[in-house]
């Protein structure tokens, strides 16, 4: 199955606004819960990129989460791309709300669950992950829709 040439240009620009929207609620997601990443008892979880020393993380690490961010909205798109057929729904906003829960779904759950097993990281932090990710699945899937037609 490969993607017609005719949506890539709607991929790359819906994967930059994803990229960017993810990175907009995610940062104001660490701030409402910023006592957890400045508790020393957690300094040990986080990694010593996002973390070399107390305080905020470093440029490179914004920089680095906002390239995962657009790779990981790439793969988003292009797979609507693939998919869009298939899923429900008669309007763009429809479809991406379809397609974002699908996501949320498949890729979130399963990883945060098996997260919460292995990493000693308060529940309440993971469930605000779980809600930043949904949020931004949601509106980053709806952009999606809208260009990638």
Do not use: R
Not at 30 to 53: E, R, V
Not at 65 to 70: K, N
Not at 71 to 85: D, Q, R, S
């Amino acid at each position: 199955m490969c993607i017609e040439k005719k949506y890539w240009k709607g991929i790359l620009i819906s994967a930059i606004l994803f990229a960017i929207v993810a990175q907009v609620i995610h940062t104001i997601g660490a701030f409402a819960s910023m006592g957890y990443y400045t508790d020393p008892a957690y300094f040990a979880l986080w990694s010593k990129l996002m973390m070399p020393a107390a305080g905020a993380p470093p440029t490179e690490f914004f920089v680095l989460t906002l390239a995962l961010a657009l790779i990981t909205a790439l793969f988003y798109a292009g797979a609507y791309a693939m998919l869009m057929k298939s899923i429900p729904g008669k309007t763009y906003v429809k479809k991406g709300l379809v397609y974002g829960l699908l996501l949320f779904l498949v890729a979130i759950v399963p990883g945060y669950l098996s997260m919460a097993l292995l990493i000693n990281v308060p529940f309440a932090l993971v469930a605000e992950w779980v809600l930043e990710s949904l949020v931004a699945l949601l509106i980053g899937s709806v952009v999606i829709a809208k260009f990638v037609q």
